[in-house]
């Protein structure tokens, strides 16, 4: 389903390199220190970042040279993923008609998925009158709108208190699980790996070091990168 | 902390001196109109056919010079902020603030080389069968020069606007696959709608208050804003009455726009950012890149044409001639005189405004006292130099010969016609600069002159280089009380320039309009340069 085949990235100073394979309705999550290259290679998948050499293959297709919008993908950033002059119900109506031009169908769809992310009638109000987590459920209403195959979440609730980034992180869960979507989630937390995650790889200096089953991934131990990143003594 | 090693009334001293200055001038100009009116009737004013006349022409032309300027400057922002990078792009955005520092009478004898009876636009349409067809005089020479002056300005004012959207709107915009259309309406239309207001005002101001433009190529009664309307009554028809009369009309107009510009406020949208840099998605559409460079190439030919044309018939003009003539030296000893005390006193009264202002703004936090301080500034655009002018000619004409004086007169008047040049160009960043360094010159006793050269100077010098070259800029190219104060004795180049255009010694006016261009922006770059030092970009 989202295939990176080779793909590497050269900057001065540092050279990327990253070969993966996301099975169709899975969740992967990347996880690492920060200047790893994680949120990097979402920006590949998305379209964002272009790659020096290697193809991006998304649902079977080479879309290695499209526009971000062309994609069957849909991403949320970790903050300003909402128009600050727009309410919730129009950041969210963006995402079916990107001019707002939006039929009477298309309204109750917006307000189904306000409802789906916990925001039913919160939909007239400007995201300074919304709390950092309402904020980002706009964001995930709005993905869920979108209708794209494939959700990229980047450290979507890094600065979310514990309980809450549990509560959002389970919203995504059911989610992705009712709309059968293709999710990477990128994270500093291996807890959010382990609530939300099938598998996990771990990335470290700009490429995938170790990928497997999440709890496996975190027990093994045979990684000593992994193991220094999570501060355990071997 | 038993005592202030420096005692902070040295802060307020300053600005207090600065505003009894100011005081005293503007008073005694008010003193001269209020004597001078009592026993008008003000209803006069709407009974007299010619009075309203001028004061609706002059809303008019006002009016459609605005939505000319910004109506072309929205295009051409639009253009310059889509395109980041083009050959000459940092050269071309260089070349739009020209107009701030080209004379205005040098700029319209430019206009009339290219848009009068015998122009290049007239030739050029001669070339391909047409009649020729005189439009400058009048309306369209007042419009075409406004534009000329106020479309830069205007795109300079809107272009940071563009810059200022955060690159993760952009992000959005393409993650979203937002067409030119919908970036246009949901992106961009939003972020202007705050700022248009005060751009309009701005530009309506100064077309409403324009002399020498009016002046040099209103032609007629037919034609007449207040501002000129005042230096005829007073120059030509000697009725004081009048005169008085349109002062205070013009006086009462001003206070209105700079009332409104102050409601307005700054209410901006603070767009928050991580700083992320993200083009927009719009760029690589046909259509759309032509259009943009059609705007940028329009605006680059609307300026340059002008001013090349001073250029090439200076060269031609009888340069020997003009340059033997020691009429030219002296008007440009006068000047130059004139510019360089001027611009002094400018700055030096600005520093002093913004000394206490910002005393008052960061260490007292009494903003609004500090705002009306810094307001103190701006009185030149609520009482317009001819307004001031007036004020003084009846105060000083049955004490002195007003005349002798005028030197003085201009000097002053210039002054405080670059003040609020001054205020803007360095109020931002001497507040910046108390922000950052003021704690920390306080822990290490670091005061006085000590300050001032350690502290102040080097990181001050830049904004005010630029703000003393602006001032002295806007002083040698000055055609406003001079013309009313103006005598054999007192010309300035641009009187003599306007003297020999109105003469229609057309050769003798090329070669001073050049070597007016020449001293302008001589006298600009080398004070920039000398007191700025070099620019670190």
């Known amino acids: 389903m989202i295939e990176l085949d080779q793909v590497t990235l050269v900057y001065p100073g540092m050279t990327l390199s990253f070969d993966l394979s996301v099975d169709a309705g899975e969740c992967l999550a990347l996880v690492g220190p920060s200047g790893a290259g994680k ?44 128009f600050a002059h727009l309410d919730a119900t129009a950041n969210v109506g963006l995402g079916i008609d990107p001019g707002l031009k939006l039929s009477r169908d298309d309204h109750a769809r917006v307000a189904l998925a306000l409802d789906q992310v916990g925001l039913g009638g919160l939909g007239g109000r400007l995201p300074v009158e919304l709390s950092g987590g309402q904020r980002q459920r706009v964001a995930l209403a709005r993905a869920l709108v979108r209708r794209r195959p494939i959700l990229l979440l980047d450290e979507p609730f890094a600065a979310l208190g514990p309980a809450l980034r549990r509560e959002m992180l389970d ?14 989630l990128v994270s500093h937390h291996p807890e959010d790996a382990l609530q939300a995650a099938d598998r996990s790889a771990f990335v470290s200096e700009g490429r995938i070091i170790a990928i497997d089953q999440t709890a496996r991934l975190f027990s093994s131990g045979t990684h000593p990168e992994l193991s220094d990143y999570l501060g355990r003594a071997e | 902390m038993a005592e202030r090693s420096e005692p902070l009334m040295h802060r307020f001293a300053p600005g207090v001196l600065v505003m009894a200055l100011l005081a005293m001038i503007v008073g005694a100009a008010f003193f001269g109109l209020l004597r001078e009116s009592t026993g008008l009737e003000p209803g006069l004013l709407w009974d007299d056919i010619y009075l309203r006349r001028v004061v609706v022409f002059t809303l008019w032309q006002a009016f459609l010079s605005t939505l000319l300027s910004l109506g072309l400057a929205l295009p051409v922002a639009r253009a310059l902020a889509r395109r980041q990078r083009f050959p000459g792009r940092s050269l071309l955005l260089r070349l739009l603030g020209l ?21 290049l636009m007239n030739r050029l349409a001669a070339g391909l069968g047409f009649e020729p067809v005189q439009y400058l005089y009048g309306l369209g020479g007042i419009l075409i020069a406004h534009v000329f002056f106020n479309l830069p300005l205007a795109v300079r004012l809107l272009l940071p606007a563009w810059q200022s959207v955060p690159g993760e709107s952009w992000r959005l915009a393409a993650q979203l696959g937002m067409s030119s259309r919908d970036i246009l309406c949901l992106v961009e239309w939003p972020m202007l709608r705050p700022l248009l207001p005060q751009v309009a005002t701005l530009v309506f101001m100064l077309c409403f208050t324009s002399f020498a433009v009016v002046l040099t190529l209103g032609g007629g009664p037919a034609s007449t804003t207040i501002e ?9 028809d000697f009725d004081l009455g009048r005169a008085t009369l ?43 890149r032509l259009f943009d460079f059609a705007c940028i190439g329009l605006v680059l030919v609307s300026t340059l044409l002008p001013l090349g044309a001073v250029v090439t018939s200076g060269l031609v003009g009888p340069l020997a001639q003009v340059l033997a003539d020691p009429q030219l030296w002296n008007s440009a000893a006068l000047s130059l005189g004139i510019a360089l005390t001027s611009s002094a006193l400018a700055v030096l009264a600005g520093v002093g405004i913004l000394i206490t202002s910002r005393e008052l ?16 500034g701006s009185l030149i655009l609520v009482i317009p130099p001819l307004v001031l002018g ?38 931002p960043p001497m507040t910046r600069v108390t922000q950052q360094h ?24 830049q904004p005010a280089g630029l703000s003393l070259a602006l001032c002295a800029a806007l002083s040698t190219g000055d055609l406003g009380v001079v013309a009313l104060f103006g005598s054999q004795d007192v010309t300035t180049l641009p009187l003599l320039l306007y003297q020999r255009l109105a003469g229609y010694q057309m050769g003798e006016a090329a070669v001073t309009a050049l070597f007016l261009l020449t001293l302008s922006l001589l006298l600009f770059g080398g004070i920039e340069r000398l007191i700025g030092g070099r620019a670190h970009d």
């Open chain 1, 39 to 82: 949120s990097t290679l979402l920006s590949v998948v998305a379209g964002f970042e272009q790659p020096t050499s290697g193809r991006v293959r998304l649902a079977g297709e080479d879309v290695t040279e499209s526009p971000p919008a062309s994609r069957p993908v849909t991403t949320v950033f970790q903050e300003h993923n909402l």
């Open chain 2, 99 to 119: 107009p701030l520092v080209v004379p205005t009478i040098v700029a319209v004898f430019g206009i009339v080389a290219i848009y009068g009876q015998t122009g």
């Open chain 2, 246 to 288: 349109l002062a205070l009309l013009q006086l009462i107009c001003c206070a209105t726009l700079v009332a409104a510009v102050q409601a307005m406020g700054k209410h901006h949208l603070v767009n928050p950012t991580e700083g992320r840099v993200q083009p927009r998605p719009d760029l690589d559409h046909v259509p759309g």
């Open chain 2, 390 to 427: 007036t004020g003084f000619f009846i105060v000083l004409r049955p004490l002195v010969n007003v005349f002798t004086w005028s030197p003085l007169l201009i000097v002053v008047v210039n002054a405080l016609m670059g003040l609020p040049y001054v205020m803007r160009v360095l109020g």
């Open chain 2, 438 to 461: 003021e704690r920390l010159c306080a822990s290490l006793d670091i005061r006085g002159w000590d300050r001032l050269r350690m502290v102040e100077w080097p990181l001050l010098r």
């Open chain 1, 171 to 184: 919203l995504v869960d059911a989610l992705r699980r009712a709309e059968t979507l293709t999710t990477i």
């Open chain 2, 228 to 236: 000129v309307a005042i230096y005829q009554a007073l120059r030509f």
């Open chain 2, 361 to 376: 703004r960061i260490n007292r936090r009494r903003t609004g006292l500090a705002e009306a301080t810094e307001l103190c």
